[in-house]
């Protein structure tokens, strides 16, 4: 498969109205993982007009296909947080399923998120768009 997974700061960006880069060539997908964050900001916003915001952006990342966490993605994650705890460093949950989603498809992931550089190190197949 050919494209880019694009990254849940992608979408908050787009929500926030922040300038975004150009995505990479190719078709988009997105991550199971990126419609839970979604989720939970959905859930977590107190505010009606908040929540109502955060709801549209839920509506756009539904537009696009989500690939799951499946039995390959589950091997890359453990690749990833395995290199993660052998080099001392951390990664968060959501952005290693993002990274091991990409890698198990061969996508770049398009982020807003510091956090892929260090994933790169940890995975050099792993390609980052900003």
Known sequence: MSGYLADT?????????RPLAAPPAGEARI???TLTELGV???RAADPLLRELREATMTRARRFVALPYDETV???LADLLAAARAQG?????????????ALAHDLAVWTQDDDFRVLAE?????????
Do not use: H, K, N, Y
């Open 74 to 76: 589950a091997e890359r």
């Open 31 to 33: 991550s199971v993982a």
């Open 41 to 43: 900001g959905v859930r």
């Open 9 to 17: 700061s992608v979408f908050v960006a787009a929500e926030q109205r």
């Open 89 to 101: 460093r951390r990664a968060g949950a959501m952005d290693a399923i993002i990274a091991a989603t």
């Open 122 to 130: 940890l995975a050099p197949a792993l390609r980052v768009a900003r």
